[in-house]
């Protein structure tokens, strides 16, 4: 399948999951890892896709540097965080 047709895919699975998806870490399993893979992220590669990722604008919270969700990255290069 080519990216078009796996997003559309995605997005019909979305629509039937939604209203069963509660939570952060359902919804990272449910949408967010599918999303990332239907976009060529290997989500088992630590140097591409890094959860819990302490980014360098983390500030501490109860003692602990807050994390980001995910951090993308492709030829070790960091691009985005959430």
């Known amino acids: 399948m ?7 895919k995605l997005s019909e699975q979305v629509r039937k999951r939604v209203d069963q ?3 952060e870490e359902a919804t990272k399993m449910a949408l967010i890892v599918p999303f990332l893979n239907a976009l060529g992220y ?3 590669d630590p140097t591409e896709v890094m959860p ?5 604008f ?3 919270k ?3 540097f807050e994390k980001v ?4 990255a492709i030829n ?3 691009l985005l965080c959430w």
């Open 2 to 8: 080519g990216f078009t047709e796996d997003i559309t």
């Open 21 to 23: 998806v509660v939570g």
């Open 42 to 44: 290997d989500i088992y």
């Open 52 to 56: 819990e990722y302490v980014a360098d």
């Open 58 to 60: 983390a500030t501490k």
């Open 62 to 64: 109860a003692g602990q």
């Open 69 to 72: 969700d995910y951090a993308l």
């Open 76 to 78: 070790g290069a960091l």
